[in-house]
Structures are given as structure tokens and as C-alpha cells.
Nanobody, 121 residues
Framework: QVQLVESGGGWVQPGGSLRLSCAAS????????MGWYRQAPGKERELVAV???????NYVDSVKGRFTISRDNAKNTVDLQMTSLKPEDTAVYYC???????????????WGRGTQVTVSS
């Protein structure tokens, strides 16, 4: 069994900052990529940021320059530092990992349960 547990969501005023954290645990052999998706009410889930290694990361255009994703391979954790938050960033944020549970086993996608981020005045 693999578990992804998020923390760090909450309410913040526009222009504020929040840091999301996610820890993966369980039967993990190797993690290919980790990232964050979000889903706002009435909208489809969208990829916010993904990190393939310590230095290779991609972001959706709407968060470039404001969000930073980082990963600790030793701890199987991924963080999302969010700054200059806007009301349109309001969503449930889901942690994601593509990982292998054992030698020779194919990659599979795992998701956390989500953490609410609300940006409003």
C-alpha cells in the first residue's frame, strides 16, 4: 500500500503565501515524478507543477514565477511554495506521485486526498 498525505492548506488573503507539503509512504521502490494538481469548483482537475528530479520542474503558465515545487528524494516528500496568491488559485490541491512499488514493476499513479486552499479577502 502507498499513501500520500498532504498538509499545509488553509485560508490566505490575496497576495499572501502558503506552503503545501506531501509525504509518500508505504511500498515504494522508486519515485519517477511527484507533483501537484488542483481542482476548483465546477472545473476540471489541472496540473499545477511536476518535478521529475531535483532540478527539472514544470509549471502551468498561470503559476509560473509565483509557485515553486521542490522535492526531497531521501524523504519521499514534495512541497509547493505558493506566493502572490490570487483568488483564482482557490482550489483543492492534490499531491501526485508516479512510482514503482518494487523492482521491475511498472509505474503507477497515486494521489493524496487533497487539501483546500482558499484565497479571499
Amino acid at each position: 500500500q502507498v499513501q500520500l498525505v498532504e498538509s499545509g492548506g488553509g485560508w490566505v488573503q490575496p497576495g499572501g503565501s502558503l506552503r503545501l507539503s506531501c509525504a509518500a509512504s508505504g511500498s515504494i521502490f522508486s519515485i519517477n515524478r511527484m507533483g501537484w494538481y488542483r481542482q476548483a469548483p465546477g472545473k476540471e482537475r489541472e496540473l499545477v507543477a511536476v518535478i521529475l528530479s531535483v532540478s527539472i520542474a514544470n509549471y502551468v503558465d498561470s503559476v509560473k514565477g509565483r509557485f515553486t515545487i521542490s522535492r526531497d528524494n531521501a524523504k519521499n516528500t514534495v512541497d509547493l511554495q505558493m506566493t502572490s496568491l490570487k483568488p483564482e488559485d482557490t482550489a483543492v490541491y492534490y499531491c501526485y506521485a508516479a512510482l514503482s512499488a518494487g523492482p521491475g514493476r511498472a509505474l503507477a499513479n497515486y494521489w493524496g486526498r487533497g487539501t483546500q486552499v482558499t484565497v479571499s479577502s
